[in-house]
């Protein structure tokens, strides 16, 4: 397993635009699918995105298609989130995840889908 940690986390008006890293250690960064998920308070943990393990393939909640990005460096063992207009909605703690895939397209979508987990970013989005 990877250990992963958030940071790029904030405060931003509505229609600002922020980018998430989730830093990964070890060396087979580039065999894990990863994704970002989302927990706003009082709510249920939510998906946001996923990538697969090469980068191929990614998959995005509707509430976020058109506004964020995923995307993944593995010269640099990292993954991002690039989130254009934001909504005050978008305020949630944001977590990113990772699964041992191996080489493929596989993309997650749900919290079973991931077995690592890192600690969260708060981002807060106003209006």
Do not use: H
Request: aromatic share 12%; with cysteine.
């Amino acid at each position: 397993q990877v250990q992963l940690v958030e940071s790029g986390g904030g405060s931003v008006q509505a229609g600002g635009s922020l980018r998430l890293s989730c830093a990964a250690s070890g060396r087979t960064f580039s065999s894990y699918a990863m994704g970002w998920f989302r927990q706003a308070p009082g709510k249920e943990r939510e998906f946001v995105a996923a990538i697969s393990s090469g980068g191929i393939n990614t998959r995005y909640a509707d509430s976020v298609k058109g506004r964020f990005t995923i995307s993944r460096d593995s010269a640099k063992n990292t993954l991002y989130l690039r989130m254009n207009s934001l909504k005050p909605e978008d305020t949630a703690v944001y977590y990113c995840a990772s699964r041992f895939t191996g080489s493929g397209f596989y993309t997650g979508r749900s919290e079973a889908d991931f077995d690592s987990w890192g600690q969260g970013t708060q981002v807060t989005v106003s209006s």
